[in-house]
């Protein structure tokens, strides 16, 4: 098949897929003429808890809703289109593994399943997702929508998909998500009561001894 072709692997490898780079591209050009400036994080004071938000809530944000734990935030996550109670695929727990992240006891959570509280920042990993959340919260005033992408060493408004693919692009966009959850930790540093010390404390989330992180 043309997807698995030679010359693809780098582009699969960074994007997932030729969809992905060219639905990234198209994300870097609305970050870059300022039609996403509204799902940028302006007053982070302001948060309360975070909110990881992807489609099923079982693999990107339910990543991210871990590593998040690990850095003492205040956090849930959730899908937009899931069922919950829904498991982790192995493909997503053995990528998380080799982050040294837990994601074995994760289940997800449907957004009609979720209450939201005043001061939640939603961080989705698409736009489209942002578009989703803001219509979904319309009238309310006391929440905010962010890019989680946005948090990484390059800003990256489009984090794609992983869920079918392989096991090289798990990898790199649970290193970005990584990436951003740690950055957006020292930016709401007043929400972590305490700071992990790397590395030692990500061997403890992955062996249970972080009884913390297992929420």
Known sequence: MLTHHPLLAPINKRYGTWRGLVRSLLARVELAAGRLDDFRLRQPEQVRRVVFVCQGNICRSSFAHRVALGYGLPCASIGLAT?????????????????????????????????VLPGDLFL?????????MRRRLAGRGDVHIALLGLWCRVGMPHLHDPFTLGEAYFDTVFKRIDCAVRTLSGELAHLTPWRPSPPGWRTALYSGNARRTTG
């Open 83 to 115: 069922t919950t109670g829904g498991k982790s695929p192995a493909v997503a727990i053995a990528a998380a593994a080799r982050a040294n992240v837990d994601m074995r006891s994760h289940r997800a959570t449907s957004f009609t399943d979720f209450e």
């Open 124 to 132: 989705v990993m698409e736009v489209r997702q942002a578009h989703a």
